[in-house]
C-alpha cells in the first residue's frame, strides 16, 4: 500500500496500485485530509474518448463541446477525445482549436483522394486537426460487414497519415458463452494490426468493447475486462515484444459510467474508456473523465 510521503499515512484510495506508481499529494492545509491522486505512469497516459456514434446536428454537438471545453479545461492527467459524427468536425474543431481536448472521427477511408463516393480521406481529417480514428467499431463490423483486413488497411492509411487508430476488438455474447472469447479477440488483434510496423502498433490504441456490453446497461466486471486486457497485451507481446505491448494503450468500452469507471480505470492493463451513450451529455461524460483522476 503506497503511504502519504508527508506523514506516512495508507492511502486506502490506491490499494494494489502500487505499480502504477500514484504519487498521493495532499492540499497544502492541515485541515484538507482527502488525497489528490496524480497518475503518474508514464508509460500510459489515460485516454478517455467519447464516441458519439450517429448522435448530434452540428449545433448539438457545438453545444455540448462547449460545455465539456469549460468543465475539463483543469484537466491534465487524462487525454481526452470526442469523436463527433463527421457533419460537426468542421465547427467542434475550432472550438476544441487550443484547449485539452482532441479531435476523433469516427471511419476514415483505406485509400486517399479519388473516386470513392462517400468516403472520407485522411487529408481532409487532418486538415481540421483530427487526431484519432475509431476503426473497426463492433457495430462497422456487424453492419457494414468490416472485416479484419479492411480493418488493417484503414489503420496503416490512418498511420501514414499522422492520425491514431483507435482500433476496436471484441466479442459477442455467443462467443462469450461458447467459451472463444481469447480465440475471436486474437484473431482480430492480429488481423486489424496485420501489416503495422512496431512503432505503428505502439502508438495505436485499442479498445476492447465486448459487443454485449455496448448500449445494454451491461458492464463487463473489472475483473472480466482485465482478464481480456492482460490477454490483448500478451497477444501484443507475441507480435512485437514486451516492451511495444507495454505501452500499447488499450481501452475498455461498453456502458461505461460515472458510477463504474473508477474500478474500471483501476485495473492494471485497463488504459482509458471508449464511450457511447454516456458522452453524449456533458454531466455523464465529465463524471467519467473526473473519476479517472
Ligand atoms: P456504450 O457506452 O453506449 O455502451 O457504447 C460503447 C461504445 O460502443 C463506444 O464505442
Not at 157 to 182: D, Q, S
Not at 195 to 204: C, H, I, K, N, R
Not at 236 to 249: D, F, I, K, P, Y
Amino acid at each position: 500500500m503506497m503511504a502519504d510521503r508527508t506523514s506516512g499515512i495508507n492511502c486506502r484510495s490506491c490499494a494494489g496500485l502500487e505499480d502504477r506508481r500514484f504519487f498521493a499529494l495532499y492540499g497544502s492545509s492541515s485541515a484538507i485530509r482527502v488525497p489528490v491522486h496524480i497518475r503518474m505512469d508514464k508509460e500510459r497516459k489515460l485516454i478517455v474518448a467519447g464516441n458519439w456514434k450517429s448522435n448530434k446536428t452540428n449545433s448539438e454537438a457545438v453545444a455540448l463541446v462547449s460545455d465539456l471545453i469549460r468543465e475539463l479545461a483543469a484537466v491534465k492527467e487524462v487525454d481526452v477525445v470526442v469523436c463527433p459524427a463527421f457533419t460537426a468536425l468542421s465547427d467542434v474543431s475550432k472550438l476544441v482549436l487550443g484547449s485539452n481536448i482532441r479531435l476523433g472521427a469516427q471511419n476514415l477511408s483505406d485509400s486517399g483522394y479519388g473516386a470513392f463516393t462517400g468516403e472520407i480521406a485522411p487529408g481532409m481529417l487532418r486538415e481540421l486537426s483530427v487526431r484519432y480514428v475509431i476503426l473497426g467499431h463492433s457495430e462497422r463490423r456487424q453492419f457494414q460487414k468490416e472485416p479484419d483486413a479492411l480493418v488493417a488497411k484503414k489503420a496503416a492509411n490512418a498511420h501514414a497519415n499522422n492520425l491514431i487508430p483507435i482500433v476496436c476488438v471484441g466479442e459477442t455474447l455467443a462467443e462469450r458463452e461458447a467459451g472463444i472469447t481469447e480465440k475471436v479477440v486474437e484473431e482480430q488483434v492480429r488481423g486489424s494490426l496485420a501489416g503495422l510496423t512496431a512503432e505503428q502498433v505502439e502508438s495505436t490504441v485499442l479498445a476492447y468493447e465486448p459487443v454485449w456490453a455496448i448500449g445494454t446497461g451491461k458492464t463487463a466486471t473489472s475483473a472480466q475486462a482485465q482478464e481480456v486486457h492482460a490477454f490483448i497485451r500478451q497477444v501484443l507481446t507475441s507480435l512485437h515484444g514486451e516492451a511495444v505491448a507495454r505501452r500499447v494503450r488499450i481501452q475498455y468500452g461498453g456502458s461505461v459510467k460515472g458510477s463504474n469507471a473508477r474500478e474500471l480505470l483501476q485495473q492494471p492493463d485497463i488504459d482509458g474508456a471508449l464511450v457511447g451513450g454516456a458522452s453524449l451529455e456533458s454531466k455523464g461524460f465529465v463524471e467519467i473523465i473526473k473519476n479517472a483522476i
